[in-house]
């Protein structure tokens, strides 16, 4: 079993920045994939970024030029620096690995963007 557990979230002012962390314990061998996934109330999880473990990343076109995805493959920690911030970024933010093909899941960080 791999164990995630993200932090970071929190209210935030449209155009401000928070970084996500998510650290992964448990039986880790080698990750494949860390990444970060969002759910709004009313809409189905979506991808936000991934990265591979050798650096190639996947990120969603709405994130562009604003959220960075980074990672420790020593700490088994996956980053999101999201800057820029707007409302309709809004969502509970979900940490997600891949290892062996089993999927994991963090419980989820809410990141609320209001004035």
């Known amino acids: 079993q791999v164990h995630l557990v993200e932090s970071g979230g929190g209210l935030v002012q449209p155009g401000g920045s928070l970084r996500l962390s998510c650290p992964a314990s448990?039986?880790?061998?080698?990750?494949?994939?860390m990444g970060w996934y969002r759910q709004a109330p009313g809409k189905q999880r979506e991808l936000v970024a991934i990265i591979m473990a050798g650096g190639t990343i996947n990120q969603a076109d709405s994130v562009k030029g604003r959220f960075t995805i980074s990672r420790d493959n020593a700490k088994n920690t996956v980053y999101l620096q999201m800057n820029s911030l707007k409302p309709e970024d809004t969502a509970v933010y979900y940490c997600?690995?891949?290892?062996?093909?089993?999927?994991?899941w963090g419980q989820g960080t809410q990141v609320t963007v209001s004035s």
């Open positions: 448990g039986s880790i061998f080698s990750i494949l994939t």
């Open positions: 997600n690995a891949v290892q062996f093909g089993r999927v994991y």
